[in-house]
């Protein structure tokens, strides 16, 4: 099985921002997508960002601009640099990963789950 361990989350500021990391680990490649989802309480869990094994990515457009994924394949980690954050980004942030190329944006198609970190942001 693979591990996803996320990490950043926290207080901030509606305006600040936060860098978010997901490390994996057990049997996982530096070849599988990743990305983040978040839920806010009594939403769904929706897709925000992802990025595939050569670099591209895809944003959901409610953060498209404000948040930047990225990723280090010999480290086998992501990352997510979140920028002028407001309440509405307020939710748990899980890290996703898939075996293939790409990461779906639906969240029942997602093969591997980190347990998920929190984000708050004040106004």
């Known amino acids: 099985q693979v591990q996803l361990v996320e990490s950043g989350g926290g207080l901030v500021q509606a305006g600040g921002s936060l860098r978010l990391s997901c490390a994996a680990s057990?049997?996982?490649?530096?070849?599988?997508?990743m990305g983040w989802f978040r839920q806010a309480p009594g939403k769904e869990r929706e897709f925000v960002a992802s990025i595939n094994w050569g670099g591209g990515t895809s944003y959901a457009a409610s953060v498209k601009g404000r948040f930047t994924i990225s990723r280090d394949n010999a480290k086998k980690a992501a990352y997510l640099q979140m920028n002028m954050l407001t309440a509405e980004d307020t939710a748990v942030y899980y890290c996703a990963s898939n075996r293939a190329y790409l990461l779906p944006e639906q969240s029942s198609l997602v093969d591997y789950w980190g347990k998920g970190t929190l984000v708050t942001v004040s106004s």
């Open positions: 057990g049997r996982t490649s530096s070849t599988y997508a």
